[in-house]
């Protein structure tokens, strides 16, 4: 959960939260100083205490600040405040690319170049920087309304160590995108952004990434061990130079890939040459691999197919063998069986068992038609509500199981969709109670609002003198029907003193003034001129409420 936060370093005023990521949140907010809205993403404050990922923080905003490129987010600033890290960036008003895609689907042959040129144009900056983003992937892609594409997240650039992935799923960087060679943990350099952008492009024409697995490891052999398909088989329309393109920052062999981002970038503006018009799809000299490997510490080995040797051997007797082998599969066939039917072992499609599509950013709608194409019973399916700073009012947020899990057709899957943004509650001292009651009322807030009247001097009734039980920046769910407490002022109301009698005039004047009460002294005809108050108007020990400035309490003096 993000946490509560109303201003950072006596100049950014927050404004809501708008995403949160692994390890940071990231707030939309007003620059008080340069007058503008900004980004804001703090480090949470948990992770501040590990250096690895504080590390990570400091190397994201130092690697970007570096950069000036109108498809890099930029930096405008970097400090820590109150024990907070923080990064303020520029606001992009749109969403990520993943969004994108996952609402439209496969884009259009002349969207898709458009995005990649400016992707390209921006990684082939970094580069020549000497910056290797090593994350690039369509979650850290944010496009603009105007089609203008930002890339940001230069958390794991520029490392020198490798990035592992290991059996039991840690993986740094993302499998989906993830070059060959990153696997095997060879030392990054930039080829390893040409790979990751081939396969956001690919993304970007059939509307999914080339390789699925349950886990990152069998992902990452994917990317080994199978050739990429071709984007002309999903769709023939695409140009071959297009489907060229794909395939050669996509090559296993990183010195079979573009030499450079800049020279993808230069196929990307020239595809559609006359000279490109009927070229033939390009092939790749390396060898397959043959063998695929995990060492001791995590990293992918590879073996190639080497020539085989042919030597004469002496004939004799298979029967063994066949035997022996006959007995092998049906043990495994058997170990099998029971570790499926216990559940120990599960595979798609075999049992009943399926694997959960991605729904997040999906419709209600497009949600439960994309779980019946995956074979899932959806009558089965629970539909809740809840607030959502980041997802569009009925869009999916979560559901409770992830995208690759295996899991029964009949499973009961929950999916929550965003029922819109969460309210804002702001700083209502010192405003009128009715005045507040409406505003909410007009904004659609539903509140348990509970009311102290409290006499005040000198103010007109019906003022909201205290607030608790929900505090300014708190967000909360407009229906959820929360309690806030208001202290409201109302006319002071007292007992009169009887000690008034035989007080001189004005010390009973400024008695009563100081308990909010307004006074009239009126000197007795005949009087001695003592200043000694003699009576009251109303009398001592009555009940008196000052309702406003035609209201007072008469002093007779002598």
């Given at each position: 959960?993000?946490q509560?936060?109303?201003q ?17 949140d990231?707030?939309k907010a007003q620059?008080t ?9 703090i ?10 990922t504080?590390?990570?923080?400091q190397?994201?905003a130092?690697a970007?600040s570096?950069?000036s490129?109108?498809?890099v ?8 405040y109150n024990g907070?890290?923080?990064?303020v ?6 969403r990520t ?8 689907g496969?884009?259009s042959?002349d969207?898709?170049?458009h995005?990649?040129r400016q992707?390209?144009?921006a990684i082939?900056?970094?580069h ?13 892609i944010?496009v603009?309304?105007?089609g203008t594409?930002k ?24 499998a989906h ?8 943990g060879?030392?990054?350099d930039?080829?390893i952004?040409?790979y ?9 024409l059939?509307?999914?990434?080339p390789?699925?697995?349950k ?7 994917k990317?080994l061990r199978e050739p990429?398909p ?5 769709n023939p329309g695409?140009?071959?130079?297009i489907?060229?393109i794909?395939?050669?920052?996509t ?7 573009y030499d ?5 970038l230069?196929?990307?503006m020239?595809?559609?040459?006359i000279?490109n018009r009927n070229v033939?799809?390009v092939t ?8 695929v490997?995990?060492d001791d510490d ?5 073996e190639y197919e080497?020539?085989?040797?042919v ?9 063994p063998?066949?035997?022996g082998a006959?007995?092998?599969i ?12 216990t559940?120990?072992?599960r595979?798609?499609g075999?049992?009943?068992?399926q ?11 497009e949600a ?6 995956a074979n899932?019973?959806t009558?089965?399916?629970?539909i809740?509500?809840d ?5 569009d009012?009925?869009?999916v947020?979560?559901a ?9 057709g009949?499973?009961d899957?929950v999916?929550?969709?965003s ?10 001292t010192s405003?009128?109670l009715?005045e507040v009651?409406?505003e ?5 807030v539903?509140?348990n609002?509970?009311?102290?009247y ?6 007109d009734p ?8 929900l505090?300014?920046?708190d967000r909360i ?5 929360e ?5 409201v002022s109302?006319?002071p109301?007292?007992?009169i003193?009887?000690d ?6 004005n010390?009973?004047q ?9 006074v009239?002294?009126i ?11 003699v009576a009251?108007?109303?009398d001592v ?10 209201s ?7």
């Amino acid at each position: 959960m993000a946490q509560t936060i109303n201003q950072i370093a006596n100049r950014y005023e927050i404004i809501s939260l708008v995403g949160q990521g692994g390890m940071a949140d990231v707030y939309k907010a007003q620059d008080t100083i340069l007058n503008r809205i900004v980004a804001i993403k703090i480090l949470r404050q948990k992770l501040s205490e590990d250096p690895m990922t504080l590390v990570r923080f400091q190397r994201e905003a130092s690697a970007a600040s570096r950069l000036s490129h109108p498809n890099v987010v930029d930096i405008y600033d970097v400090g820590e405040y109150n024990g907070m890290h923080y990064i303020v960036m520029e606001f992009i008003r749109g969403r990520t690319l993943k969004e994108l895609i996952g609402l439209r689907g496969p884009l259009s042959v002349d969207e898709a170049v458009h995005i990649m040129r400016q992707l390209t144009s921006a990684i082939a900056h970094a580069h020549e920087h000497n910056i290797i983003h090593r994350d690039i992937k369509p979650q850290n892609i944010l496009v603009k309304d105007d089609g203008t594409i930002k890339i940001t997240d230069f958390g794991i650039a520029v490392a020198n160590d490798a990035v592992q992935l290991t059996l039991n799923n840690a993986v740094m960087g993302s499998a989906h995108y993830l070059a060959p060679e990153t696997a095997q943990g060879k030392d990054p350099d930039p080829k390893i952004d040409i790979y990751s952008m081939g396969i956001v492009f690919y993304e970007l024409l059939t509307g999914s990434v080339p390789f699925q697995g349950k886990t990152p490891t069998e992902i990452a052999i994917k990317h080994l061990r199978e050739p990429i398909p071709f984007v002309r088989d999903f769709n023939p329309g695409i140009p071959q130079s297009i489907e060229n393109i794909v395939l050669k920052a996509t090559a296993k062999n990183p010195a079979e890939r573009y030499d450079s981002a800049s020279d993808m970038l230069y196929e990307l503006m020239h595809y559609n040459d006359i000279s490109n018009r009927n070229v033939q799809r390009v092939t790749f000299k390396s060898q397959p691999v043959s063998n695929v490997e995990i060492d001791d510490d995590g990293y992918v080995k590879v073996e190639y197919e080497k020539p085989k040797k042919v030597t004469k051997k002496p004939k004799r007797s298979f029967i063994p063998y066949v035997l022996g082998a006959l007995g092998t599969i049906i043990a495994i066939v058997l170990m099998f069986m029971i570790a499926s039917l216990t559940g120990l072992i599960r595979f798609s499609g075999f049992l009943g068992y399926q694997t959960m599509p991605e729904v997040v950013s999906l419709t209600q709608e497009e949600a439960l038609n994309v779980l019946e194409d995956a074979n899932f019973d959806t009558s089965n399916v629970e539909i809740k509500e809840d607030v959502s700073d980041k997802f569009d009012e009925g869009l999916v947020i979560s559901a409770n199981y992830d995208e690759g899990e295996i899991i029964p057709g009949d499973a009961d899957i929950v999916l929550t969709i965003s029922k819109g943004p969460s309210f804002l509650v702001e700083d209502y001292t010192s405003r009128s109670l009715s005045e507040v009651q409406a505003e909410l009322q007009a904004k659609g807030v539903t509140l348990n609002i509970e009311v102290e009247y409290q006499g005040a001097k000198d103010m007109d009734p019906g003022i909201i003198l205290e607030q608790s039980g929900l505090n300014p920046g708190d967000r909360i769910d407009p229906d959820a029907n929360e309690t806030i407490k208001f202290v409201v002022s109302e006319y002071p109301t007292i007992t009169i003193p009887y000690d008034l009698i035989g007080k001189d005039v004005n010390e009973a004047q400024a008695e009563l003034n100081d308990l909010g009460i307004a006074v009239l002294p009126i000197q007795q005809e005949g009087g001695s001129g003592s200043n000694i108050v003699v009576a009251v108007s109303p009398d001592v020990g009555s009940e008196y409420t000052q309702e406003g400035t035609d209201s007072v309490v008469t002093l007779y003096y002598d």
